[in-house]
């Protein structure tokens, strides 16, 4: 049964553990055996065409959405804004005359993006729905719609909605980048990608015992931790510090690592952890020498390194992937660290306090 628990003692871990399987059921079912996406051409054509896309999610869509921004800026040469639902009236973005929406929602009933929708749809604007579920007032309401086959998601602190986001997101920032002729089939090979991060996962899973220890050796009794990086690890630390914050209560902070020094240094104490996610090569030494700027501050540092940039010292090592899809295999240690956090404060890791798995008001 997809919704039982079997063995786990918590449907978070479960969902953290099938995240391997959701990245080749998404390469299998969006691409065929030569690597070529098997996507909907009206769909790849209508985001072609596009002068600008918009992506609007929540929560952890919103973080999925930001790494979004990367690939398909990256793949399609198109310009990218990700937006919070809840914000979009109020920024009240400057359009363009062609735009594209995509709306990350793992339930596809958040109120704040279902908001933004209906909008864009008064506008007339194109509009695709990622989602886990199918017939979801999101996914009815646009255009299209491309599923995240990763089954149903339990566990409040979303997992492999995320994982699956992004993966779906480098299927199709490929599959418009080939029809724009800005990507080969051979710049980014996704199917062989996306195998490669179900391998990279699974060998972070098989040391959860390890990042078990990490959790009670520096976050189970700390008031206060910070995860930091560059670029797109910047926008994993903020995924990373979500996942510590809602389950485990820790009060956390995803930052830019050369932002850090600007003002909120000063929180750093005698023991505050702060990891450092390192997985570009462009950024690793920086993040590194802002590591060692909170280390001599009294910080516990650690870092979630990328193999091809380890140092002897690294504390987690995560296995070498394209660049642009690290965050597949750089938040899975995060996800964990949390877990366990949460586990061994003896918290509901499932159901923490004061948050819905889905927030059907505004
Ligand atoms: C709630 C959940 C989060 C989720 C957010 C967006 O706040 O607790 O885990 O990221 O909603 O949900 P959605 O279903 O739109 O992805």
Redesign the pocket.
């Known amino acids: 049964e997809e919704t039982d628990k079997g063995p786990y003692p918590y449907y978070m871990l479960k969902e953290v553990d099938e995240q391997p399987n959701v990245m080749r059921k998404l390469a299998s079912t969006y691409t065929d055996e030569s690597g070529k996406d098997t996507l909907d051409p009206e769909l790849v054509d209508a985001i072609k065409s596009a002068d600008r896309i918009h992506i609007v ?5 919103y973080h999925a959405g930001l790494v979004g921004k990367k690939m398909f800026e990256k793949l399609t040469h198109i310009p990218t804004e990700v937006h919070v639902a809840s914000e979009f009236a109020y920024d009240d973005p400057l359009l363009t005359k062609n735009p594209f929406f995509i709306f ?4 596809g ?2 109120a704040d ?1 279902r908001e933004v929708l209906v909008n864009v749809n008064a506008r007339g604007f194109k509009s695709l729905t990622i989602t886990n579920v199918a017939n979801s007032t999101l996914s009815r309401e646009a255009n299209y719609t491309l599923l995240l086959h990763a089954g149903p998601e339990i566990s ?3 997992t492999k ?1 995320y994982t699956a986001q992004i993966a779906v997101e480098a299927i199709l920032a490929k599959a418009v980048g080939m029809a724009k002729e800005q990507v080969t089939a051979e710049d980014f090979d996704v199917r062989q990608q996306l195998g490669l991060a179900a391998t990279g996962m699974q060998a972070i899973i098989d040391e959860k015992e390890t990042i078990e220890d990490l959790a009670k050796e520096y976050f189970v009794n700390a008031t206060r931790a910070f995860y930091i990086g560059r670029g797109i690890d910047q926008t994993v630390s903020l995924e990373s510090a979500l996942k510590l914050k809602e389950i485990s209560y820790v009060q956390a902070e995803g930052f830019a690592s050369g932002e850090l020094k600007h003002g909120t240094i000063a929180l750093i104490e005698e023991g505050t952890p702060v990891v450092g996610i390192i997985t570009q090569a462009k950024t690793a030494g920086l993040t590194r020498s802002n590591l060692q700027e909170t280390l001599s501050r009294g910080a516990q540092t650690l870092t979630i390194a990328r193999n091809g940039l380890k140092k002897d010292d690294d504390t987690i090592i995560i296995p070498d992937i394209d660049e642009m899809i690290t965050p597949l295999l750089s938040v899975v240690p995060a996800q964990l660290l949390a877990y366990y956090t949460s586990l061994n404060k003896g918290l509901d890791v499932d159901r923490p306090r004061n ?5 059907t008001v505004e």
């Open positions: 999610g929540a929560g952890t869509s990350l929602s793992q339930s009933e958040t993006s409040v602190a979303s909605a948050l819905a798995k889905s927030v």
